[in-house]
Structure formats: C-alpha cells, structure tokens
C-alpha cells in the first residue's frame, strides 16, 4: 500500500502531510481495539475449568503448603481427556486445568520444588503429569487448553521473603516448563491472591506474608512477554491484564459490558482492551471436588450462559474431578443436558428462512469489500455490515413469510475495528404495523450479545411476530455488525 | 543458581541467561538542546496494526526538533514556564492508535531498581486538546540477554492542568529490580482518533527522571500569597466558624482554627449540595471591616478563577459569591461599604450550583479579605490579608444525585442484599443506610468487608489535593452474628459505593 505524501510547512499542525488510502472504504478502528491473540481467546466463548490437585485429597479450599506430598494419591492416574470430552458435549471449545494452586503442590514433574508428584503418596500420583495429558487430549480433541499456576506459593520459602528469589528460582521457571506443553496454549491463568491474614508453611516459617505489588514483584510485563514468545496466542488472565475478571464469581456480567475497563461493565472510556471472563462453578460445593456435592442443573448453568456468553463475557465453568482423577457421572450427564439444551434453544438460526433482511443505511462499498446487510448472516465473521462514517444509528428488519416463534435475539460486532454500540431495542410485530419493544434496556454488543425476547434468562419463551426490528440508537461511530441471528 | 537457570536454557533458547548485571544508575535529564542527550528519536503505537508498526507510514517523518512555541515566563497558576530553545515535536498522527506516542530511546539504559522513581516531563498541546497524556517504558530484564528491550514495562497516565500551554507533569513508575528501562514513549492524545480528520502537534521538552513527585516548575495547586504556616499578626480578629446551608440539607457548621491564617479543612468538612440548589455560607468572625468571598473549583484545574462582569460574577465564575467587591456584592448591589460584618458574622449572598454540574467533588475556599478578588489573599502593599486580620478556610463541595450506585465485587463469596439480590450498580438513596448480607462460598467464610466511597473510583485517590473517595474496612465483628448482615453508614453512601467482601477458607455458615 502506497501513501500519499506531501512535505508540509512546520505549523501548529503538520510536520508532514500524508494519506492514508482507504480503497475499501473501511471504518476507521475505535480504539482500543483488541489484539490478535485477544481475539482468538474471545472466540473461545464457553469453555472449562478443572480445579484438581493436593485439595481434592485433603476436603480444602486453600491449603496452607505445609501438606505431606504422600496425601497426593489418586485412585487412578488421572485422565484429563475423559475431563474434556465430558465438557466438549456441552459445547464447550476448551478447558484450563489447575496444575499448582495456592499450596504450593505441582502436578508435573518439576525441577523448581520437590513439592510436586513425583513425591506423591502412591504410583498414580507419581504417575500424574497433568500439563502433558491435558495439553495431548485437547489437541487430539480438537480443543483449546490452558493452565492455572497460581502465583501466591505458600510452600516455598522464597515467597514473599523480600528479594526476588521467589520469582528467579520458582515462579518465572515454572510457567516457563509449563510454556514448554505447547505453543498452542490459549490462556494461561493467574490468581490474584497474595497473602493477607492467610498463614502459610513458607518452607518452614509458618507465618504470614504479603507482597507490595504483585506485578512489579512477578515481574508481570516480562513474564507476558516471555510467554508470548514461546506460546504467542497465550492470552494472560488477571494479573497479565489481557483479559479481565468480571468481578463476580455467580456467573454474570453486566448487562452493559465494555470490553474496556473493570469489573461487571467494564468502561466506554477506559484506554486498554480488557475483556471480562466469568468465572463460575458448575457444581454446588467448592472450586475443589468435595464428597457429597452435586451439579447445578442443565437450566441453572443456560441461565449462566445467557448472562455471561450472551453478554460480551466468556465463560469458565468449573467443574472438578474428583479423586480418581475423573469427572463425577452426575456432572458428565448435567454436561450432556446442557449441549443438548444449548442445541436445542440456539441451534436453528430462523435467519435462514427469513423472506427479507434489510437495513435502514449501508456503508458504501469499496473496491474489494461490501458492508451489505447480506454480510449478517453469511455464516463469515470475516464481514460484517456497516454504515457511513457519521451515521451512528439505524435499524435492521427481518421479515418471514409466516408467523414464527421466537426466543433469542444474537449480534456480534465487528470488534476488530473495536466496540462500537451504545444502545439498541428489539421490537417485534405481527403486521409490520403495530410493534411490540421486547427486551428491557439493551445497550452495550461487543463480541456477542444474546438477548431473550421474553426478557428472562430463567425461563424459555417465545414471541410470535413475522417482523423483527433491530433499532441501534446509539453508538461511538458508525456501528459494524458481523452476524445477526435469531432463534 | 546456575542449575536453575539452565531451566531456562535448556527448553527455551529464545532466552539464554547469564549473571545477574548490577543495576544501572544513570542520571535522565533530556532537554533535546543537544542530540548527545539521547540515542534516537522516533514514534511507537502499541496497536499491533498500526501503519507506524506495519510499515505503511514511516515514523521519523513525524517527529522534529523545532523551536519552543511558548517561551514566554507564566506566572498564571497551573501553567509551567519553558524558557529552553528547543523542543520535540511530535504529530500526533490520525492513523495512530489512542497510545500512538514519540519514542525517545535513551542513551544509556537505566534500572530503578526496588524503588518508585518520578518521570517529569513538559507537554504543550493546542488549547482545544485536552485528552490524558500517557507515558509509557520500553526495556527488559537485564539478566535475559536476548530479550528484546521493547518490551511494554509500564503504562502511566497523568492529565493536563493548562492547555495550550506547557504543563509539567509528573509520571510514578515501578519496575521489578531486574528490568533496565532503554526507551520511554510520550502519548500526548490517549485518546481514540477515529472522528479526527487532522493530525495535531503536540511538544514534549525536559525530560528528567527524579525521586520527587512534585512539579519543577508548575505553580502549585489552590496558591496562596503567604505561607501555607503563616500564623496571625493580630489578635482582635479571626475567622471562628463557618456556617452552610445548602437546599435540602440540614445546617452544617465547621469549626475553624485560629492557629494560623490559612487552614485546609478538606479532609474534615465536606459540604453537600445539588446541581440547581443553592448554597449560603456564613462566617463567624471577630473583628470589623471586613468582608466574605467563597470560591468553588468547577473545573478542577487548581485554580479559583474569577470572572466579574457588570459587577457579580458571570456564568463559570469561581469566585462565586462575596458581600464587597469595588463597590458591589455578588447579587450586584451596591454596597456603602466593604465592612460587612454584623453581629459578629459575615454572611455570604447565596449561590446557586450551575443546572448541568457534575456529580463530583470540588474544592470550595471561604476567604475574609478587603476588597479583593484573588483566592489566594490581598497581597496590596498596605493591605495584605496577613496584616488585615484576614483568613482562608478550604473545604470540599460534594455535588451529587438523588440517587447513587452501589456494586460488589469478590472472590470466594457474595456480598448482596438482605433479599439476596446482587449489588450490581444498583441505584439507592444519596445519604441513606444500606443493608449488605455475606455469603460466602461453600467451605469459605468472611472476614470482612472494604467499602469505597466517594467518586472517580477507579482513578487516583487524589486530584488536584482534593481526595476523590475514602476506603473503610468492616470487620466481621461488626456484622450480625445470625444473619451476618452490616448495616452501612449514611455518612458512606456519599457518592458510588463499591464493596469488596473478604472470604477466607474455613466453615461456611448455613444462611
């Protein structure tokens, strides 16, 4: 691509002027605008967390690092595929596997601790190596992976000591071995705890510990860098800040969601792209398997979905194997319930039968690309519909021969060029006359919004209408929109 | 120490290690008067597709050494002199990103090892740019020789205080002890450019890296013309009380120490009032012959601006009520005189809070002086405030809502309401209690909640000396041992609310 230049006068305004050709005719990005890699991990969507390690044998939540190796003794060798292929009949696209938690305890044969399984209390344990099973299924699988190494050790002496050793002789070389299970890795998880009121074993000092600040102590900007160089689609939860915590962990996000800022809405104004990912547990004790527990139902876990997924979040949902190192029966039936639930209620795009789907405003074509409103439903997320720079409304309407049934309203910004949308309503009508605005308050899209016409994401229920209209009535540009789907 | 970082060799040959080197300890002043102060000038945008990163535009095009547009000396508050002859320009360019900056690669690297160490540097932008200003540190850890020494170390934002002029800002920034700082990036635009339809210059000069976090040379925040201590000269005449009343609010009194002439209150008296109220302060004061001035900071610059036009203040004025000004009070009236003192109290005309006023905090200062518009005292030879009997209180003005919001947010547990129901923004009466329940995750329990109060949560405690929000911890032993509720403070409710609960791993009650 050839700019255009032209030397200018040094005034107030220009050193330099200069072009940028735009042949076609794309929107100018709203930044920020998300990077390749935060990209890739939107698209996960919905995937697993599997918390297993030294707690499923001793009934913790939060062990205190001075747990015996030996109580580490599965009835099995784990089997982390039978985990991920429980999760992939609910639709899930990928799964991150606790591989050290808060207690220090590594479930792969390291060489910065011998508190690890290769001193575990039987050969099963000693024949664990969670990073490399669950990274080899996953991509047999055809599915995304990913580790949780938490950063707070209460097992070594060196955390929290106040030099850097923790750091150079544990933590930096442990993601490092962990990089080391593949490049291919989708998000490496770091828990924000640090400390407190919380005693530890600290390799023998039994006290309590903090650290000032846990980027600067991580060293978090280098570690982002170093495993970006050996796994470049690794996105870095929390601490890394590449994708932020949604600030609850009941399994919602905001009904307005930037995919800027913090917590449950996030921020229009914020200057860095932070998208929320939900945390939530599927089962109804702890993030750790605990006898006696059961899972929520496939209904309760929809409703989780439609107000995380369905609202610019992505969704990790926990469930723990148990201590033979595999997913409990009851939480593999619930899974297979909800992919048929999901199946069911979002599985048949009534797009497809549409007799008519316009729009108010179109972008005007370039030289190699269209902005038609055909671009919404053409199952490629690679167009999408816009309108003129300075048109920051409009309306898309759907027309059926007959009468339909239905449920959920889905769109998906183009959010490579940023998020754009402020608010839209959904009005349905019989007639094309008479209109019946459906959902409450509908503001922010972002990566996907899924919006229930019958206001509810407790109960399933449809409205009958042969017209559908889509008004966006507010947004920071001119709004993109890759796909449109009704169910 | 070597087996271990063999680890790192050994599987990942992108980074071979070697001894730690000691830090680098290099003075950073650049002036850009001479080109030996640092290695190369250039631009840097952290979007991944920028054309600056891309190839498409060419960088050193849109930087230059040019003259100093503003030489001039300032004396106006909130505005920094630069008297030097050179500085860097920097375009900002419309196809950058919202952190598309001037890159200045240092001559030698440097490390601030464990400490916090201050970034200064002068920014100058046209008037009508008012965007945030980032700075932000290219390097990498000295001990990974192949590491590349752009990598990302820190983000820090400050704002402007003057525009169109030169502002001195100030930059904390943290590393760990083993990275090596080798370029610093200024963003003079953190801002989104995609309604820009013309590129701008902005101009970076004097960029020095201290251990101080104050200004160089930027005139100070709320001045006064004596000092800060200056205790009185007289003793038959002193500001004792004051006194508000805002529409809807009950009278609040303030207690004023006579120690010294000034006294900054604002972290003990907070006035409330509502956009379209309005506020009347009376002064208690011993003495005679002189008369009341109140201020309000609506800009939050720093500054107390004054604007008179046909005898009272005109729309935007900060000077926004006094019994005696060249004839006048604030109302307009004529007065005979500027001895305003009557029954031992000097009682301001009151002032309405403009229709459309943020909800926020601003600064508010009450002054006693003679005939004088200047926030910071009469400082005519013959008739200084410091002579006269004169004083200066400081308090903060709470604008808010009806309504504010409230939001929880923790791991391990929930903190909702009575009735169960999230804290999710929702909206609850300004100044009224509010109940919150803990609930914590199985096999966890509380100790505790921390609530935020006040506004600009987010951003620095501090703007402009003013504090922005308060932080609270509630233990556990403050709630409700049965139904392990907590019933928060009117006095907290005093803007948004956020609250995190505290959960720690132990036996989970049955709620």
Not at chain 1, 366 to 394: E, Q
């Amino acid at each position: 691509m050839m700019a255009l230049l032209a030397f200018g006068t040094a005034s107030r305004g220009q050193i330099y002027e200069e072009t940028l050709p735009n042949p076609d005719n794309e929107p100018a990005p709203v930044h920020p605008v998300p990077s390749h890699r935060q990209l890739l991990w939107q698209e996960t969507e919905f995937y697993a967390f599997f918390h297993f390690g030294m707690n499923t044998f001793t009934n913790a939540e939060w062990g205190n690092g001075s747990e015996a190796e030996s109580k580490f003794a599965p009835t099995k060798v784990p089997n982390p595929r039978q985990w991920l292929e429980a999760v992939k009949a609910a639709g899930m696209k990928g799964g991150i596997a606790v591989v050290k938690h808060h207690d220090g305890f590594c479930l792969w044969p390291t060489a910065t601790t011998t508190h690890s399984i290769v001193n575990a209390g039987n050969q099963n344990g000693r024949d664990t190596n969670i990073p490399r099973d669950f990274s080899e299924a996953a991509r047999d699988l055809g599915m995304k992976y990913g580790f949780y190494v938490s950063p707070w050790d209460l097992n070594s002496q060196y955390w929290g000591d106040g030099t850097s050793n923790y750091v150079n002789k544990v933590f930096l070389p442990q993601c490092l071995e962990l990089a080391k299970y593949g490049s291919d890795q989708f998000e490496m998880w770091f828990d924000g705890a640090t400390g407190g009121d919380h005693a530890g074993y600290y390799g023998g000092a039994n006290t309590t510990r903090t650290i000032p600040d846990a980027s600067t102590y991580y060293d978090i900007p280098n570690l982002r860098d170093t495993v970006h160089a050996i796994a470049p689609n690794c996105v870095i939860w929390g601490v890394g800040d590449e994708a932020r915590w949604i600030g609850n962990e009941a399994g919602w996000a905001g009904g307005t969601n930037w995919s800027m800022g913090w917590g449950e809405s996030g921020n229009e104004s914020e200057w860095k792209w932070r998208a929320g990912e939900s945390d939530a547990k599927a089962t109804n004790k702890g993030w750790f398997w605990h006898s006696g527990e059961s899972p929520k139902s496939a209904n309760e876990l929809f409703k989780i979905y439609l107000e995380t997924v369905g609202r610019n979040a992505t969704l990790i949902l926990n469930f723990p194997p148990n201590q033979s190192g595999e997913l409990p029966q009851a939480d593999v039936t619930v899974l297979q319930q909800l992919g048929t639930m999901i199946q069911q209620r979002l599985g048949t795009d009534l797009t497809a039968t549409a007799s008519s789907i316009s729009t108010s405003a179109t972008r005007t074509a370039g030289a190699n690309r269209t902005f038609d409103a055909g671009n919404l439903t053409d199952g490629d997320k690679d167009t999408y519909w816009a309108t003129n720079d300075g048109d920051h409304t409009a309306t898309i309407n759907v027309e059926w021969a007959e009468t339909q049934t239905l449920h959920y309203v889905m769109l998906m910004e183009y959010i490579r060029l940023g998020q754009r949308i402020r608010k839209f309503s959904i009005e349905t009508s019989l007639d094309g006359v008479t209109w019946k605005k459906c959902a409450t308050t509908t503001t922010t899209v972002g990566y996907k919004r899924i919006v229930p016409l019958n206001n509810s994401t407790s109960t399933y229920g449809g409205v009958d209408a042969r017209y559908l209209r889509i008004s966006i009535e507010d947004s920071r540009s001119c709004p993109t929109l890759h796909t449109l789907a009704v169910y | 120490m070597k087996a271990i970082y063999n680890i790192f060799t050994f599987h990942f040959s992108l980074f071979i290690i070697y001894a730690l080197l000691p830090s680098l300890a290099v003075a950073q002043h650049i002036t850009f008067e001479s080109a030996e102060e640092y290695r190369s000038l250039g631009v840097y945008d952290t979007w991944e597709q920028s054309p600056f990163r891309t190839g498409v535009l060419k960088g050193s095009n849109y930087v230059k050494l040019m003259a100093n547009p503003d030489m001039e000396e300032k004396e106006a508050p909130g505005v920094a002199t630069n008297t030097s002859e050179m500085a860097l320009a920097l375009q900002r360019s419309r196809y950058g990103s919202n952190t598309f900056g001037a890159r200045i690669d240092l001559k030698e690297p440097f490390s601030l090892g464990t400490s916090k160490k201050y970034v200064h540097v002068l920014v100058n932008k046209p008037a009508d740019e008012n965007a945030n200003v980032m700075l932000i540190g290219l390097g990498k850890r000295h001990d990974w020789e192949e590491q590349a020494p752009e990598t990302e170390q820190f983000w820090v934002t400050a704002s402007l205080s003057a525009q169109g002029q030169w502002n001195d800002l100030v930059f904390p920034i943290t590393t760990n002890e083993s990275v090596d700082i080798h370029s610093f990036v200024i963003v003079p635009d953190l801002a989104s450019p995609h309604l820009r339809t013309t590129d701008f210059i902005a101009f970076i000069d004097d960029i020095e890296v201290t251990d101080s976090p104050k200004p160089r040379y930027q005139i100070i925040n709320y001045p006064l013309n004596f000092d800060t201590n200056q205790t009185p000269t007289r003793s038959d005449r002193a500001l004792t009380k004051l006194t508000f009343t805002s529409t809807g609010e009950s009278s609040k009194d303030v207690t004023v120490p006579t120690a010294t002439i000034y006294n900054n209150l604002t972290e003990q008296a907070t006035v409330f009032a509502k956009a379209g109220g309005s506020v009347t302060v009376k002064m208690t004061y011993k003495g005679g012959w002189m008369s009341g001035y109140a201020y309000v900071d609506w800009n939050n610059d720093g500054q107390f601006t004054p604007i008179i036009e046909a005898n009272k203040p005109s729309s935007g004025s900060e000077l926004v009520s006094y019994t005696y000004l060249s004839g006048y009070n604030s109302k307009g009236v004529a007065q005979t005189n500027g001895n305003s003192v009557v029954n031992g109290t000097i009682t301001c005309p009151a002032f309405t809070i403009p229709e459309g006023t943020q909800p926020g905090i601003y600064r508010m200062r009450l002054k006693i002086d003679w005939d004088c518009a200047d926030a910071g005292g009469n400082n005519t030879p013959g008739n200084l405030l410091t002579a006269n009997g004169g004083a200066i209180a400081d308090v903060l003005l709470n604008v808010h809502d009806d309504e504010v919001r409230i939001s929880a947010n923790q791991l391990n547990g929930d903190v909702l309401t009575p009735e169960d129901a999230a804290l999710s923004d929702a909206p609850i009466p300004f100044r009224q209690p509010v109940t919150v329940k803990m609930v914590p995750a199985p096999d966890f329990t509380y100790t505790g909640i921390v609530i935020t109060h006040g506004y600009n949560l987010d951003g620095p405690e501090y703007v402009r000396d003013n504090r922005q929000y308060k932080r609270v911890t509630i233990p556990a032993a403050s709630f409700n041992k049965t139904t392990h509720e907590y019933t928060i403070p009117a006095s907290y409710i005093d803007g948004e609310v956020r609250i995190e609960g505290l959960f720690t791993p132990g036996e989970t009650f049955v709620h």
